[in-house]
């Protein structure tokens, strides 16, 4: 039944065939110019033996996991065995992608299939039908059970079919996988019995939400819970049964009413029970990713409306808001001038794809270029790079996204610069990745020292978009085209919105006008790929990336000591006045004029914003200026998202000592024995902020404070940021970042007093009232004083 309408398009379609028409034109439209473009074009032959490779990874992963995992979820490539969940010792939170389900081989099932590799395939259905089951006291999440296990069994199913029907094979199949998906999808339903309907992140395979260990069960991210619907919709209209696409959509509803209604933002996480926020940051990388890509494609598969008006309301608000030139920065929901990281994380990597999807070719082809660019750098793109393109977080699970992104630029453009781009991946791969037993994970890309680690996605995903790179349509089994990829590149055919098991009948949204907020596209004049990405060639290796030509220097990262930053806002207009200077500024040219206007507005935010709103979240480092502690001075930090809050009275006290050596990236500290009790300072750099605030925690420091290695750097002229963690709560210690020109104010009492310098770290408000509250008593204790001789 669904084989009879693979290759018909539903009447539901028609706005997708459309998009597919315009992407045409858009394709038209490139290659017409194509007298621009530099690229060196790549042969066909070229192009098949790179084909050729890819396929030579997927079996030497795909053979390693299966000789020495299977049937565990995951190989281990450098001990050459299986992960088991509750046998292999456990990595805490990140073990909850496992369930003891074979899933490193469910999750490729597909790929086998877009290989052409049907034997294969038919023997690894027939071992998933034999050996996987879900009865286990194991908890999951149900979001990557979700991708990579039902939309896995699915995609499998609707292939076997297909194949049933066009390669003569497989006559033995019953639509077990999809009774096997059925199967899983119940024993993820207990966790949508919220009172918002957004589903919880974990759910016990066997026990469902009775499991006490879920008892305190609150938070989930955005992504989680926004990435079901294309997956439970699929088992709903294949199976009949509407649970599943009733509740799928019932979340998407309910995630959709926490937008903040001013900027139309979403936050990375929050409670499932109150739906109250719980992080506000709000970008389109890790914790919100495929929550945007799920209202893209929903509408695609799905045909309906509301979805694509709730994506246009959010790409906008993306687009104003989080996109700066090629960079996509975190900023605050509620706030949204206020930049919330001062990082990029390697998951936004898949953001041009989908911009790709949606028709929006140019900044696609913008934020390609940077993380390419970041991707030569340093080899890999590393899980976070900061804004000016240095490691946050050096870790590189071998992931799909930016590679993902390269397919679609391709599929949309025919530049073979994605070709060139694709090669560059794979060989790296193939160079730094590749291990005896599979590929392994890139523990740190400084290093290049290899993690005994191999996801499901490197199968599932990085490795089939490299292969669907470099093959031409006509090499595939099947029409890509008329199939949705899912986020864990799982293929559900258009056609599925034709089936009679719809739960839902669409109208036309009376939310918005999906057209509303649409870009336009293709603008014919501004669409070529070359021509977008020739300004940014040396996008980060410019001296100061900041301020490079073409990209307008924001307030937020205007700082009063950098000669460049003053030459650029002269530029726009404006004129820094010092004492006895009059002169007006005179902006360059029109459209700089402009840009200073801009720049003066965000300026005016950025003050108010620091000081109203972000005061709150502000933290001092505080010393006493006399030897009785009777008068101190505070210096301004930023607090971390991954250390207990100061509240209220709270504070750590102690003396301050340097990290030997300073980095504290080390496994531990050469005076790690004297750092016990004391407020232990590490100057930022070479490992993540947490990794430092863990090494503090075991030498026994009360607290740690992470100095700037910016020379100059200062909360006065830049806004305060609050260090990311990586997700994991075992930091105990309060841990503050201070700006250098704060720290070197703390540093240079250091020097000058000869016993050690003891500091509180408190909150900031908190010590302007514990001032006040001292002022006030001073103030009474001195009007006591004076009673008497008033009287007298
Ligand atoms: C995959 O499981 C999916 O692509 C998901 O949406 C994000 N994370 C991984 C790959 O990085």
Redesign the pocket.
């Known amino acids: 039944m669904l084989t009879d309408s693979i290759s018909s398009f539903a009447p539901c379609q028609r706005l997708v065939l459309t998009f597919v028409l315009a992407m045409c034109i858009l394709v038209a439209c490139v290659l017409s110019t194509e007298t621009t473009m530099p690229t060196q074009n790549m042969s066909n032959k070229e192009r098949a033996e790179l084909r050729e490779e890819a396929r030579e990874m997927f079996y030497h992963a795909y053979h390693a996991y299966m000789e020495n995992a299977y049937p565990a979820d995951e190989l281990m490539p450098l001990s050459c065995k299986g992960r088991y969940r509750g046998v292999t010792p456990s990595r805490g939170d990140m073990d909850d992608i496992l369930g003891n389900f074979s899933m490193t081989l469910v999750d490729t099932l597909d790929t086998l299939v877009l290989l052409g590799d049907f034997t294969e395939f038919e023997h690894a259905v027939k071992l998933v039908i034999r050996d996987v089951q879900f009865d286990s006291d194991i908890i999951v999440s149900v979001f990557?059970t979700n991708?990579?296990m039902v939309g896995g069994l699915l995609s499998a199913h609707i292939l076997a079919e297909y194949l049933q029907k066009h390669a003569d094979t497989m006559h033995w199949y019953k639509g077990e996988l999809l009774e096997m998906s059925r199967e899983l999808g119940y024993r993820l339903l207990p966790a949508f019995n919220t009172s918002t309907g957004i589903p919880h992140a974990r759910v016990n395979l066997r026990l469902g939400m009775k499991d006490p260990q879920l008892k305190k069960s609150r938070e989930t991210c955005t992504?989680c819970a926004g990435?079901i619907l294309l997956e439970f919709a699929a088992l709903s209209r294949l199976t009949g049964d509407p649970i599943f696409e009733v509740r799928a959509h019932a979340a998407m509803d309910a995630l959709w009413k926490l937008r903040h209604r001013g900027s139309d933002l979403m936050g990375t996480v929050l409670n499932v029970h109150s739906g109250d926020w719980v992080r506000r940051d709000s970008g389109v990388g890790a914790g919100i990713?495929?929550y945007y890509e799920y209202l893209f494609k929903s509408y695609v598969l799905l045909g309906d409306d509301k979805y694509l008006a709730r994506f246009n309301r959010h790409y906008n608000a993306v687009m104003k808001y989080v996109s700066e030139g090629p960079m996509l920065l975190d900023v605050l929901m509620h706030r949204p001038h206020a930049k919330s990281k001062n990082f990029m994380d390697s998951?936004l990597a898949?953001w041009p794809g989908l911009q790709v999807l949606s028709g929006d070719l140019k900044p696609a082809v913008q934020t390609h270029e940077m993380l390419y660019q970041v991707m030569q750098m340093h080899t890999f793109i590393p899980e976070a790079f900061t804004v000016d393109f240095q490691i946050h977080w050096g870790q590189h699970?071998l992931?799909?996204?930016f590679i993902e992104s390269t397919y679609f630029l391709y599929r949309a453009t025919g530049d073979h610069h994605y070709l060139q781009v694709g090669k560059r991946a794979l060989k790296t791969l193939q160079q730094h990745a590749k291990v005896s037993c599979g590929y392994a994970a890139v523990n740190d890309v400084r290093t290049g020292k290899h993690e005994d680690r191999m996801?499901s996605?490197v199968l599932s995903?990085t490795i089939k978009y490299l292969f669907l790179l470099f093959s031409d349509p006509q090499d595939l089994i099947i029409n890509v085209d008329e199939f949705v990829f899912t986020?864990?590149?799982h293929l559900l055919p258009l056609s599925i919105a034709q089936l009679g098991n719809a739960t839902f009948s669409f109208r036309q949204s009376d939310e918005h006008n999906v057209l509303d907020f649409m870009r336009t596209c293709p603008s014919s004049n501004k669409l070529f790929p070359e021509k977008v990405r020739k300004p940014l060639r040396n996008f980060i290796t410019g001296s100061c990336p900041r301020a490079t030509a073409g990209k307008r220097l924001s307030a937020l990262d205007f700082q009063a000591s950098n000669a460049d930053h003053l030459r650029a806002v002269y530029d726009m207009g404006i004129t820094m006045v010092s004492v006895g200077d009059r002169s007006q500024g005179k902006a360059k040219s029109h459209e700089e004029g402009e840009m200073g206007l801009q720049f003066m507005q965000e300026m005016l935010e950025l003050t108010k914003m620091q000081s109203i709103n972000q005061l709150a979240q502000l933290q001092a480092v505080a010393y006493a200026t006399d030897e009785k502690a009777q008068d101190w001075i505070a210096l301004m930090a930023g607090p971390s998202h991954f250390s207990p809050e100061l509240i209220g009275d709270q504070f750590v006290q102690g003396d301050v000592l340097l990290a030997n050596p300073l980095r504290a990236c080390d496994e531990s500290l050469e005076n790690a024995e004297e750092a016990r009790g004391k407020v232990l300072v590490a100057e930022r750099g070479d490992c993540t902020f947490v990794s430092k605030a863990r090494l503090a925690q075991k030498v026994g420091a009360a607290a740690l404070i992470v100095c700037d290695n910016v020379p100059g750097s200062s909360g006065e002229t830049q806004p305060m940021f609050a260090m990311s963690g990586d997700g994991k709560d075992d930091v105990l210690i309060p841990v503050v970042f201070m700006y250098s020109v704060e720290f070197g104010k703390l540093s240079a009492v250091m020097e000058r007093r000869k016993l050690p310098l003891r500091v509180r770290v408190m909150q900031m408000v908190e010590f302007k009232r514990w001032q006040l509250a001292k002022a006030q008593r001073q103030n009474q204790t001195a009007a006591v004083t004076q009673k008497p001789d008033k009287e007298l």
């Open positions: 990557e991708i990579r992504a990435t990713d495929s998951l898949f699970p992931r799909p996204e996801d996605f995903e986020t864990e590149a």
